[in-house]
């Protein structure tokens, strides 16, 4: 039977397109999902830009690894990423290659992935290999979906506030309110900079009630008036973002739900923030200060 040299792949995931599209992306991420079931990634490197290599040393259960080579070749954020994948033998020479293609479409908070996998080369050995091809995509996948979508790496809040939407949004987005109730209790800001829209940022720091400072660097992927605003949020600018915070507005009457949830790289990093950060506390008195801010406004 001849083996197939082209695959298609879709899966349907309960997040927003910029979390699935970052666990492509992100090293870190990666490393969490790539490979069926029992594999692990002690290596992944992978530089997403155009012309970026790729490197990702799979460890099998056995301990056998299994090294992977590529390069980038285009990439739209976060809708599309196109890749050439290379299984490497002893010698790191190609023992098959694969062009890879990834698109990600986005409705109603939710996100369908499809993953063209084309064989564009092979050598005689690479048939045992490609056998596997298939089912290894589908356990692959499945490992995706359940990090992609993992409570375990998320902090969300939520409250309703006593103001229409136009208020509370204002609330989030003009530079001169802002630094009024950003933060937890007894912190203050200092603005550097600060563009909200999309593609621009927001340097700042917070100034804790003992003295220290804490840089911060915030990215907007998404602003929609009145609706939501996505950003990247990390210590230092050039640095990679500890999160992605996606904050959504949605009228209630004359009041205001906003809910917040930050997706972190890796369950690591979201319970080293929530215990020495105390996040979930933080996050709480902050939208408690924005309620009495709010409230002073009439």
């Not at 040393?57 to 809708?79: C, F, I, Q, Y």
């Not at 986005?106 to 690479?126: I, N, S």
């Not at 990390?234 to 999160?243: I, L, R």
């Amino acid at each position: 039977m001849p083996i197939r040299r082209e695959y298609t792949f879709t899966r349907s995931f309960a997040a927003p397109r910029r979390i699935v599209f970052g666990a492509w992306t992100d090293p870190r991420q990666l490393a969490e999902w790539w490979g069926p079931d029992g594999f692990t990634a002690p290596r992944c490197e992978f530089d997403a830009r155009p012309g970026g290599a790729i490197h990702i040393d799979m460890r099998a259960p056995d301990g056998t690894v299994h090294p992977m080579g590529g390069r980038v070749r285009s990439l739209r954020e976060p809708e599309k990423l196109v890749f050439v994948s290379a299984a490497l033998d002893a010698d790191g020479k190609p023992i098959f290659e694969v062009l890879n293609t990834v698109t990600l479409t986005e409705r109603g908070g939710r996100t369908t992935l499809t993953v063209k996998a084309r064989v564009l080369r092979k050598t005689p050995d690479a048939d045992r290999y490609l056998k596997g091809m298939e089912e290894g995509w589908k356990l692959t996948l499945d490992r995706m979906q359940a990090f992609s979508t993992n409570p375990a790496r998320q902090i969300t809040l939520s409250r309703v506030f006593d103001a229409p939407v136009a208020r509370v949004w204002e609330a989030f987005t003009d530079p001169k309110q802002t630094p009024l109730w950003w933060g937890p209790d007894g912190f203050t800001i200092t603005s550097r900079s600060r563009k909200v829209k999309a593609g621009g940022s927001w340097d700042f720091i917070m100034h804790g009630p003992d003295g220290t400072d804490y840089p911060n660097f915030i990215t907007y992927k998404e602003v929609v008036r009145h609706k939501r605003l996505v950003y990247e949020h990390g210590d230092e600018k050039g640095k990679a973002p500890e999160f992605v915070s996606t904050a959504t507005f949605e009228k209630q009457g004359k009041k205001t739900r906003v809910t917040m949830t930050a997706v972190f790289s890796t369950t690591a990093i979201r319970e080293f923030v929530a215990k020495e950060h105390h996040a979930v506390e933080g996050g709480q008195q902050t939208l408690g200060r924005l309620a009495e801010h709010l409230a002073k406004q009439g």
